[in-house]
Structures are given as structure tokens and as C-alpha cells.
């Protein structure tokens, strides 16, 4: 179902409930049903045609959820933008887009001004809350219509967007609604960008009746506060997030009667962080898996999750099973099982916009190649290994690098650690660890990884670093590795 008909169901179901809060403001079901139509005709307005891109570069709020589903709903394309980008990685996305507005929030004023010197039209946000006397009546849109760009990542060079339709995104919201199974009513707490593809995660709390409350930028001083107060039951972080939480928080169980769940994907999730979030949260930790070009693919549930842990299982590594309209497979597995997941299902992306090529590279007969190594557990659970692109090819010889990572958190003076391959004449590549530690030496750890792992695998070359220098999903950014160690890939 499309994005506009979604919305007007849910105000016809709970008109007068609260659907959005931003501190003091607040808007119901069928308040945030007019004012989406009313961004519409303001766009129309401003003289951007229907289905024109219109790029938003604002921070997570509700001018930024009216402008994002509004633009959907009445059949602009969204093009959201990471508001953390340098001004020539905004500049290569809004251009790459060919968008015909970009709408900026306050905070952001100054990039928009220097992207208008460039030849960017740029609106502020609050022009679109002016309220409009006569609103029209909203049409449907066609299912598979065009309905949001996702940039994958900032980079100087060829922007990269995710192609989105309203048909695909309607299946992502599915699985999400079916998978996390909140009930009207239930408070959703937000600290998080809602770029590229958490707004929909947001919008499919709305689809089961719930509110959603806007709280700013994460604080780990605060965010236990915030659940409190807001007597919530459904909030989302990053493992980096959840990581600072408990570094702030400690492990000592936080008093929440109304929280039920709290989801992070786990790909960058350790042991030691998993352990720590179930003990002070509760056995209230979802794990999800998906990719902005297949989002919400698989899910693994507090109640799963708690399971497999009371069976003295971990569950590190582990997402679930796929998703309501999702599948998946294990391509090219070796004997112990690995290889790389393919994914399908109505919720793939169309392709990449404007890069066909790239396309057809990834989408081979309706499935998509992840890039991510996986494992089919045998009660069909999915564990995530790591990428295939980071396997390490050294004297011959395959090494994944999630492996020698997790052998190094075993020992307990590391925090956190990241394996990586770099050139090398005599092996091709050899293995190196950038990790976070005190009170250990090199050869300490060298020695540790030797009585674990066979000895191609044990690291050649060991760097000690303050901190792993991350993306806001908890990725280790790798050129940002590089050039912080001084070397070259």
C-alpha cells in the first residue's frame, strides 16, 4: 500500500490520538494527516513538479517528519541527508539527485546558504508549517512509483543512492510492524538521525497506533531519564550508542515498567555489549537485520533472544530469521557453512539511481548480494560473520577478520578491536588489529591469539589507538583508520 494511503488509514482508525511530540508541541493522528497534506501544497506552491526530488537536510524532529512523509505522501521524492556530511559530499548528493528543492532546518542554515551559492534552491523547513484554510483531497500513489533516494554513505566520489518505491518501502513497513508488534498507544522514544531509512522505522510505530516521541540527540546521562519520564516501550540505538550507555550507565538493571524493547542491529555488536544492554535493560533486546537497499530483513526478538541466552547460547552475531516478506540464502558457503547472504522479497530496492551497472551487479534474478558473510544456524537463525570484502587474503590463505577480533575482546584489558588485511610483498596482505586497550603490550596479545587461533591467522602488526573511529551504525570507517595509523591500504 502506498505511503499516502497508509497515512489517512491510521487518522481514520485514531484520529484524536497523539501521534508525534516534540517537547511541548504535539499533533494527533488526523493533525498530522492534514498538515501532510498541507506540505504538499505548499511544494506545489513553490512550483516542484510532482515526482522532483526534494532533498531534506534537517535534524530529527517533527518539521522533519511532516516534510519527509509529506514529500511521499503527495508524490515527491524524498532525498534525506546526512547532516554530518562536508559541504562537497552534500553539494555531489543534492547534484547526483538532481533535486529541485532542498528543505534545511535552522540548525543547518549555514550549509544551505553556501549550497544556494552554488546554484541550490534552498527553503527552510519552517515555511511548510503555515497552516492552509482549504486542503484538497490527497491521492493515492501508484505502488511502484518512485518514493525516496537513500545516499549509502558520503564520499567525493560518485554518490551512491538507494532507489526506493512506494511499494517497497510499504513491504519494509510490513515486516517491521508484524516483526516488533507494538500495540496502539505504545510510546516510541527517537534519539537517533532519522536518515536514511530510520524515519520509515518510525513511521511503521504510527502504522500500529503508537506515539512517537522526539527526543533529541542521544545522551547516555540521559536516555534512561528519557524512558522514565516518557514511560516508553519501544526505542532503538546503534551499538556504538548502546556501548556509551553502559560505559555511562553501568550494568546495574534500570528501573523501566513500561519498556519493552529496545532494537540495534548487531552486526558491530560484542559479546561484552550484549551482556551489558541485558543487564541493565532486562531481557528486552530485538536484533535486526538489514541494509538500506533491503531494510528489516530479518528480526530476532527479546523473547527469541532471551531464549537462546537461557540456553547458554550468547547470540552474538545472531538476527534471526527473515521477516514476514523476506528470504534468504547462503551463496557459495564453504565446509563450514559461510558464504555470502543473498536476500529478496517486495522489500529489495529498485537499483541504484542512475548507476545500472551497479545495479545489475547486486540484484541477480531478484536476489540481492549483501556483501555480508553468514551462517544458517541449524534451527534456521541467520549469524552475520562480517564482510566479505574484509576477508583477509594472506600466503594463500582465507581470514576473517570478526573472528580474530572476537579472539582479541577475549582478552580483558581490549575494549574493542578491528582486524583488517593491508599489502605486503611477501604475503599479499597480512593481518593487523587496531585496538582500544590499556596495560597490554603487543606481544601480550600476540601471545593470547596464538594459544587460540592457528597461526596464519595471529596478527603481524598490532596498532594501539585512543578510539575506533566509527559511522553513526557503528561501521569502523576504514579510510578514517587508515589515515589516523599513517598507512596506506
Keep these: 500500500m502506498d505511503i499516502s494511503t497508509l497515512i489517512q488509514q491510521a487518522a481514520h482508525t485514531w484520529p484524536t490520538a497523539l501521534a508525534l511530540r516534540e517537547g ?32 531534506l537536510l534537517a535534524d530529527a524532529g517533527i518539521d522533519y517528519l511532516l516534510a519527509d512523509y509529506g514529500c511521499m505522501a503527495n508524490g515527491y521524492v524524498r532525498v534525506p541527508l546526512d547532516t554530518a556530511l562536508a559541504h562537497v559530499e552534500l553539494l555531489a548528493q543534492v547534484q547526483d539527485a538532481g533535486a ?32 492552509i484554510a482549504e486542503l484538497p483531497d490527497r491521492p493515492a500513489q501508484p505502488m511502484e512509483t518512485l ?9 567525493t566520489g560518485q554518490p551512491k543512492a538507494v532507489m526506493h518505491s512506494h511499494a517497497s518501502l510499504g513491504a519494509a513497513l510490513q515486516n517491521i510492524v508484524m516483526a516488533r508488534t507494538a ?20 513511521f511503521a510505530h504510527l502504522l500500529a497506533g503508537g506515539c512517537v516521541v522526539l527526543g533529541g540527540r542521544f545522551n547516555p546521562a540521559t536516555f534512561i531519564e528519557q524512558l522514565q519520564r516518557q514511560q516508553v516501550a519501544f526505542s532503538s540505538l546503534v551499538p556504538t550508542q548502546l556501548l556509551r550507555l553502559i560505559r555511562e550507565q553501568g550494568t546495574a538493571p534500570a528501573d523501566l515498567p513500561f519498556f519493552k524493547c529496545l532494537d540495534v542491529g548487531a552486526a558491530a555488536m560484542s559479546s561484552e555489549v550484549l551482556e551489558g544492554a541485558c543487564a ?21 526478538s527479546p523473547a527469541q533472544l532471551a531464549e537462546v541466552r537461557a540456553a547458554g547460547g550468547t547470540g552474538e552475531g545472531v538476527v534471526g530469521r527473515p521477516a514476514f516478506s523476506a528470504a534468504l540464502r547462503i551463496a557459495r558457503a564453504d565446509a ?28 541477480e534474478d531478484g536476489w540481492l548480494r549483501s556483501g555480508d558473510l553468514g551462517q544458517l544456524l541449524p534451527d534456521g537463525r541467520l549469524r552475520v560473520l562480517g564482510r566479505t570484502k574484509e576477508i583477509i587474503r594472506s600466503g594463500g ?10 579472539c582479541l575482546l577475549e582478552h580483558p584489558q581490549v575494549a574493542e578491536a578491528h ?58 570507517q576504514r579510510k578514517r583508520l587508515l589515515e589516523m595509523l599513517g598507512v596506506s591500504a
Design 280 to 300: 541493565l535493560l532486562g531481557e528486552r533486546l530485538g536484533v535486526l537485520y538489514g541494509m538500506t537497499e533491503a531494510p528489516w530483513s530479518c528480526y530476532f
Design 100 to 131: 529541485a528543492l532542498l528543505l534545511f532546518g535552522p540548525e543547518h542554515a549555514g550549509s544551505a546558504g553556501q549550497l544556494a551559492v552554488q546554484g541550490i534552491r534552498c527553503v527552510a523547513l519552517e515555511t511548510l508549517n503555515v497552516a
Design 419 to 476: 582486524v583488517f588485511g593491508l599489502s605486503d610483498e611477501e604475503w599479499g596482505e597480512r593481518v593487523c588489529a587496531a585496538v582500544v586497550a590499556s596495560g597490554v603490550e603487543a606481544a601480550q596479545l600476540e601471545a593470547h591469539c596464538r594459544a587460540q587461533l592457528s597461526r596464519f591467522k595471529v596478527p603481524k602488526t598490532i596498532f594501539f589507538v585512543s578510539e575506533l573511529p566509527r559511522s553513526h551504525y557503528g561501521k569502523v
Design 147 to 155: 518514493a525516496s533516494l537513500n545516499y549509502t554513505g558520503g564520499t
Design 397 to 406: 590463505k582465507s581470514i576473517q577478520p570478526g573472528e580474530v577480533e572476537h
Design 336 to 363: 563450514n557453512g559461510v558464504g555470502e547472504i543473498l536476500l529478496t522479497g517486495p522489500q529489495l530496492m529498485r537499483g541504484y539511481w542512475r548507476q545500472a551497472e551497479l545495479s545489475e551487479s547486486v540484484l
Design 183 to 202: 500495540q496502539p498507544g505504545d510510546v516510541l522514544l527517537n534519539v537517533r538521525p532519522l536518515w536514511p531509512i530510520a524515519a520509515v522505522a518510525v
Design 24 to 55: 511541548e508541541r504535539e499533533l494527533t493522528f488526523a493533525a498530522l494527516d492534514r498538515a501532510i497534506t498541507g506540505v504538499g501544497v505548499h511544494l506545489h506552491n513553490l512550483g516542484v513538479a510532482v515526482g522532483e526530488r526534494v532533498a
